[in-house]
């Protein structure tokens, strides 16, 4: 931890010193108190949610309702390869754009309309 040269709590040296300046007045020294050791902690980071490539029950981050996702799926360049692929096969070159196999799935709630990701294919 960066404390900037300062000490974030008197060391064992600098009690001594002071205990020593009150003697020799004749006054009583200050207590001094001790910091209590730090225990670690574990701290778990929020779970990924995983987004599958059809609508999937999870719990938006932004209005916390528990939805099941509203799916948009979007083109891609997988999308325009898959298609001149199946125009040189067999002169289909519309199927890639008609299935959604060759598609992204974006995901929004339907509740607040906010995007919750994107499952790439």
Not at 7 to 32: A, C, D, H, M, R
Not at 79 to 97: I, K, Q, S
Not at 101 to 111: R, V, W
């Amino acid at each position: 931890m960066n404390n900037d040269g300062l000490p974030l709590y008197p060391s064992e040296y600098e009690t001594q010193v002071q205990i020593k300046k009150f003697n020799s007045k004749g006054q009583t020294p200050p207590q001094v108190q001790q910091m209590p050791e730090q225990v670690p902690m574990a701290v778990t980071a929020p779970a990924k949610q995983l987004l599958g490539p059809e609508n999937t029950m999870t719990t938006c981050q932004f209005c916390h309702a528990t939805i099941k996702t509203a799916v948009k799926y979007t083109t891609t360049s997988r999308t325009h390869m898959a298609a001149a692929l199946w125009g040189m096969l067999c002169c289909l070159c519309c199927v890639p754009y008609g299935s959604e196999s060759a598609k992204n799935s974006d995901h929004y709630c339907p509740n607040c309309q906010r995007y919750l990701g994107t499952y790439v294919k």
